[in-house]
């Protein structure tokens, strides 16, 4: 297969896994007992962690959602009782998010659910050397350049990048 068939396979699998994870993204699990919620509720959660949070662009910027999604999911997990805010000043947009014990315990929980997903994962992966897996790491990071460049190229309407690649 030539290096254009390969790269175009490669799209058609990355596609096929993008839908595959917003299905999973969309789906309410249980990760905490009797809360059904969704991973993206719970990874703000793990991204607030035992040190809190002061400042919701840098939360959004670690997610890649927009401040407006945080703000959402912020409302979302202190009505489930999981985070509290913290007026800092007298500006009352400014505010830090904090753990409650519960959103203390749900992070114990997910970690150890990530340790476990990882260990079943091993396995699934054991025809792989290290070696490999390292060039894997390199594609995909390589690749994620390739999307960021895409996007930043395709808002310029005056742009001729990619023009000559369709």
């Known amino acids: 297969m030539n290096r254009k068939d390969l790269l175009q396979k ?3 699998f990355k596609r096929n896994l993008s839908f595959t994870y917003y299905k999973f993204l969309s789906t309410p699990h249980e990760y905490y007992p009797g809360e ?11 991204e607030i962690g035992e040190n809190g949070l002061d400042n919701i662009s840098e939360l959004s ?12 999911y912020l409302k979302k997990l202190e009505k489930k009782g999981f985070i509290e805010r913290v007026q800092e000043s007298e ?5 830090s998010v904090r753990l409650t014990e519960k959103g203390k315990e749900l992070d114990k929980i997910h970690t150890k659910y ?12 054991n025809e792989f050397t290290e ?8 594609f995909e990071a390589r690749f994620a350049e390739f999307g960021e460049e ?3 190229y395709e808002k310029d309407e ?5 023009k000559n690649y369709i």
């Not at 910027?61 to 959402?72: F, H, P, W």
């Not at 476990?116 to 396995?123: D, L, S």
């Not at 005056?158 to 990619?162: A, L, P, R, T, V």
Request: net charge neutral; with cysteine.
């Open 10 to 12: 490669i799209l058609v």
């Open 36 to 46: 059904k919620m969704h991973m993206r509720e719970v990874h703000v959660i793990t």
């Open 61 to 72: 910027d670690r997610l890649k959602i927009t401040k407006g999604a945080v703000s959402q």
């Open 91 to 95: 500006d009352k947009r400014q505010y």
């Open 114 to 125: 990530d340790e476990e997903q990882y260990a079943k994962a091993c396995p699934f992966f």
């Open 131 to 138: 070696e490999e897996l390292e060039l894997i790491c390199r």
């Open 150 to 152: 895409m996007l930043k």
């Open 158 to 162: 005056n742009s001729d990048w990619g």
